[in-house]
Structure formats: structure tokens, C-alpha cells
């Protein structure tokens, strides 16, 4: 049986890289802690550490252990405190991860605020991760509801997820841009403009996504700047810096002197998925996830 002190004992040691460094953050003696370790090592048959004069680091199989024993502890304080929540009565709380663009689009809050009414005592973490360290999250039970760009495999053993936004593009141009009072604006038009990229923190699959799509409609944007979102796009565009393309569900939150117009003939939509655990959804789980999928019931309707 693992000792869990031991469990945090090494967790010091892995990130100090140092036993003295790791005693005094643990507030014992170098002497208990190095034999705490080398215990730990051999209960487990394995050597999770090379040791030299100067300093201590994690061997290969070291470091794989350090990633699931953090895993485990972050799991252990949070089923700690689920246990304390359900002594005082109360339904356990909720753990949800989310992406920007939960925010943004107003899916999350809208499902947040539904839920505040019906349950105002509930308590709730939210974790802004990105979609695969959201998913690893659902694994690991640190999280119990996800909000990713991409949902998991449709065979995936451990999880389920159900599109809850499906929103359509629109081109964002300064007030004063020629385009702006133009009667129809065509791929051509948009092929001879300055834009400004939006480049999240998901990685480079969603941009290339986008730039196929613009291929496939029939331009190909000329990137002079890049946002890290699409708020911030907007600001550049308002200064005149270029053209950009929002999710409709942006269009209220458009700075003023910045035009938005809807593209028939563009097809590229903005997807965000809810992603839960299969097995032992807590009552407070599952009523969450049936609120977050009606809420978002009529936005996907509504674009489609």
C-alpha cells in the first residue's frame, strides 16, 4: 500500500531536485526524508532518482511516476474536500474546465447562472486549461465537466461529450472601411485586405482549420498581425489595423467603430464540445451537464 506522506515527500524532492532544499520546504531533517525516499523506492521496485554529489534528478521511469503521483494527490485534496462538502450537507460542488470561448459565447455563464438559481449554495471551481489537459482532467476525476474545442474519440473507453456550440463566422471591419458599405463583399475583396490573425492557446490546428477554409471559399488572408483572441482582435480592427473573423456569438461584445457583417458562402463554424466521465456521475454532475446541454440547445439551433 502507498504511504501518501511519502507520496509527498518525493513529490518535494522530484521538484527540488535537491534533498536539503526539499527537507526544508517539507520542514524535517535531510536524514528521515532520504530514508522516507529510499523506503519508497524499494516498496515500489524501482529507482525513481540518480544521485550524484551535487544533485539529485529523476530517472525516465522517475519522471512517469511523478506525473500520476501528482495526479493523485491533486485527486486525494480534491476527494478530501468533496468528503468535507458532504459532511456539511451540501451536494459536493463542481470542478469544470473551460476554454475562453465557453466564456465568450456566453454558454458557460448562461449554465452557471441557471444552476446559481436552482442551487445558489453550490460551490464552484472553474480551471481555464486547454482541451487536452481538460480531457487528462476528466481521467484523472480532478474535473467533472470539460468544455473543449474538440470532443474525445467517439470509442474513447472512459468519456462521452455532446456539441453545445456550433457558431458561425462573421467578418469584422473598421467603420470606415470601403467593404463596410459595400453591397456584397466577395472572396476577391477579402484576398486584396490586411488581416489580423487569431492564434489561441489551442495550438495550430484550429488556425489551419480556418486558413483551408478561406482557401476553400476562395481566398487565402493576408495575415499582418495576430491576436492571442479574438477579443483583442476586435481592438485591432477598431484601430484600423486590418480585417478579422469573429464567432457570431461575439457580435455584442464588438468594440464601437468595428462592423460586422455575415459571409453566406463561408462555412467555417467555431465548435465547443462538453466532455464528462462515463462512470459515477455524482447526482450534482449530472444535473449540471443536463442544464449545460439545454442551455446551449437553442445557440446550436439557432446556427444550423
Known sequence: MLDIRQLHYFVAVAEEEHVGRAAERLHISQSPLSRQIAQLEENLGLTLFERSQQRIRLTRDGRTFLAETQ???????????????????????????????????????????????????????????????????????????????????????????????????????????????????????????????????????????????????GFTPDIALEATEPLAALGLVAAGLGLTMVQQSLRHQAPAGVVLRELSWFSYRTALWAAWHRVNLRPLVEHFRKVLLQSSTPAINSAT
Open 71 to 217: 495526479a493523485f494527490l491533486t485527486h486525494a485534496k480534491r476527494l478530501e474536500s468533496l468528503a468535507r462538502r458532504l459532511g456539511r450537507g451540501d451536494e459536493g460542488g463542481l470542478c469544470i474546465g473551460y476554454l475562453e470561448n465557453a466564456m465568450h459565447s456566453g454558454v458557460l455563464p448562461h449554465a452557471l447562472r441557471q444552476l446559481r438559481a436552482e442551487r445558489p449554495d453550490t460551490h464552484i471551481a472553474l480551471y481555464n486549461h486547454q482541451s487536452a489537459d481538460q480531457l487528462t482532467g476528466l481521467r484523472q476525476r480532478s474535473l467533472d465537466i470539460a468544455l473543449v474545442a474538440e470532443p474525445p474519440p467517439a470509442d474513447d473507453p472512459d468519456l462521452l461529450a455532446a456539441q453545445v456550440l456550433d457558431d458561425p463566422m462573421l467578418i469584422a471591419m473598421p467603420e470606415d472601411h470601403p467593404l463596410a458599405k459595400a453591397a456584397k463583399v466577395t472572396p476577391d475583396d477579402l484576398a486584396a485586405q490586411k488581416w489580423i490573425g487569431v492564434m489561441r492557446t489551442e495550438g495550430a490546428l484550429r488556425h489551419d482549420n480556418f486558413i483551408a477554409a478561406c482557401a476553400k471559399a
